[in-house]
């Protein structure tokens, strides 16, 4: 992936944090108002997150998704399967970058967290099954719906030791052609063959359906995982 065309906000940093790590935020110009907005109504405490680095993909259908295949939307464009190069190329050597600047714990580590939502949950997914260079997945409604995801998901590079939660709606799906109208069958697949190779993780429901539950998918993950 040509780094040097990519536009200059696709990687936005946070204030440095008293509280040691680093959280990654995929699709962050839609994710970081969100929690900020949480965080401002008092529904999360900032002073309990680490710092947090943004990153915005240049198309969502290109740098999440993990293969091409065709779009399930006559709408939208293909799927253009370089989440692989966006990993490897963009989010990765920004994560080993940031982390040397961050607070670490007394024995001197860095806890990693990566939060994605929709296609960029798909894509930590991705990168769990890949290099699971991450302590922690926060995954609010991941595209589990992908063709052939959840049929070729591997845990063998998954670490036992990682803690991940996914938040989604029960009514994610409903008036959606497949495959997305199976998102809830797909999901249930993947966490009963990831939840034997990293058993410390929460699986949480709402009655929303994938868009108007965000935020409160967003603020459950966070209380999940710094009790913010």
Same mark, same amino acid.
């Given at each position: 992936? &040509? /780094?040097?065309? $990519?536009?200059?906000?696709?990687?936005?940093?946070?204030? !440095?944090?008293?509280?040691?790590?680093?959280?990654?935020?995929?699709?962050?110009?839609? /994710?970081?108002?969100?929690?900020?907005?949480? *965080?401002?109504?008092?529904? /999360?405490?900032?002073?309990?997150? #680490?710092?947090? *680095?943004? *990153?915005? @993909?240049?198309?969502?259908? &290109?740098?999440?998704?993990?293969?091409?295949?065709?779009?399930? !939307?006559?709408?939208?464009?293909?799927?253009?399967?370089?989440?692989?190069? %966006? $990993?490897?190329?963009?989010?990765?050597?920004?994560?080993?970058?940031?982390?040397?600047?961050?607070?670490?714990?007394?024995?001197?580590?860095?806890?990693?967290?990566?939060?994605?939502?929709?296609?960029?949950?798909?894509?930590?997914?991705?990168?769990?099954?890949?290099?699971c260079r991450f302590d922690q997945y926060l995954l609010?409604?991941?595209?589990?719906? %992908?063709?052939?995801?959840?049929?070729?998901?591997?845990?063998?590079?998954?670490?036992? &030791?990682?803690?991940?939660? *996914? @938040?989604?709606?029960?009514?994610?799906?409903?008036?959606? #052609?497949?495959?997305?109208?199976?998102?809830?069958?797909?999901?249930?697949?993947?966490?009963?063959? $990831?939840?034997?190779?990293? #058993?410390?993780?929460?699986?949480?429901? &709402?009655?929303?359906?994938?868009?108007?539950?965000?935020?409160?998918?967003?603020? !459950? /993950?966070?209380? %999940?995982? %710094?009790? @913010?």
């Open positions: 992936m &040509d /780094l040097s065309a $990519l536009p200059d906000n696709t990687i936005t940093v946070g204030e !440095r944090s008293e509280v040691p790590g680093l959280l990654v935020v995929l699709h962050g110009s839609l /994710l970081m108002p969100k929690i900020a907005a949480l *965080i401002s109504a008092g529904k /999360l405490d900032a002073e309990k997150l #680490p710092q947090w *680095i943004a *990153i915005t @993909a240049p198309s969502d259908q &290109d740098c999440y998704s993990p293969w091409s295949a065709t779009s399930v !939307r006559t709408e939208a464009p293909n799927f253009g399967g370089l989440g692989q190069e %966006f $990993l490897s190329d963009v989010v990765l050597p920004a994560v080993e970058k940031y982390t040397a600047l961050t607070t670490h714990t007394a024995e001197d580590t860095c806890p990693l967290t990566l939060l994605g939502y929709s296609l960029s949950g798909l894509c930590s997914l991705f990168e769990m099954q890949t290099t609010a409604s991941p595209s589990t719906w %992908f063709p052939n995801f959840v049929e070729t998901f591997d845990t063998s590079h998954v670490r036992s &030791d990682v803690r991940w939660c *996914i @938040a989604s709606g029960e009514n994610e799906g409903n008036h959606h #052609p497949e495959p997305l109208r199976s998102v809830r069958q797909t999901t249930d697949t993947l966490v009963e063959k $990831l939840a034997p190779a990293a #058993p410390n993780y929460q699986r949480l429901m &709402d009655f929303y359906d994938h868009h108007k539950g965000l935020e409160l998918r967003l603020q !459950r /993950l966070l209380n %999940f995982s %710094f009790g @913010a």
